[in-house]
């Protein structure tokens, strides 16, 4: 494993903060090849507001090119990788004293469809193997086009699954 870390925060003493990080790693096998589901380089950009009651954060998260380990099949090396997350939130203090408080999040704003890991989820009912979750565990595309029973649930898989007039249930 080689590589480097660059990292950094601001805080301008006016509310906003913002932070900053890169990685670039070079985790290779015996043959030369980057590990299976060790990500090349990736970063994330931030930043936050806080006023005295309130305050909001947003964050955009990079993730490069990832490798699958070799998948039975026949589908060999995949490449999952190489996506951007954006998530954002805010919070309001009730009271004067910062105890109490309510907040929000918003998670994959924009709904990007990634995967985190590929080849490690189910095999479905003929012994075919799933392709990987779509940001959510327990739902998958099987090789034969079915969808995981999750799916009918949960929207980007219904999505990702060809289901889009879909109502829940």
């Known amino acids: 494993v080689r590589g480097f870390e ?6 301008f003493g006016n509310g906003f903060t913002a932070i900053a990080s890169y990685t670039d790693s070079t985790s290779e096998d015996a043959a030369g090849a980057q590990l299976a589901r060790v990500p090349r380089s990736y970063g994330k950009v931030g930043a936050s507001y806080d006023a005295d009651q309130w ?3 947003g964050n955009l998260l990079w ?3 990832v490798n699958s380990t070799n998948l039975p ?8 990788g190489d996506y951007m997350v954006v998530d954002v939130a805010a919070h309001f203090f009730f009271d004067a004293d910062h105890k109490h408080k309510i907040a929000a999040r918003v998670e ?4 990007e469809e990634y995967r985190t890991a590929l080849g490690v989820g ?6 075919t193997p799933s392709s990987a979750p779509i940001s959510r565990p327990g ?9 995981s029973p999750g799916c009918a649930r949960w929207w980007p898989c219904t999505r990702a699954c060809g289901r889009r007039n879909w ?3």
């Open 73 to 80: 099949g026949g589908f060999g090396i995949q490449n999952y």
């Open 139 to 147: 739902c998958w595309r099987a090789a034969s086009g079915r969808c």
């Open 55 to 57: 305050g909001v954060d």
């Open 6 to 11: 660059l990292s950094g925060t601001a805080d």
């Open 167 to 169: 109502s829940p249930r």
């Open 63 to 65: 993730v490069g090119e």
């Open 122 to 127: 189910s095999v479905d009912g003929t012994g």
């Open 108 to 111: 994959n704003l924009f709904g």
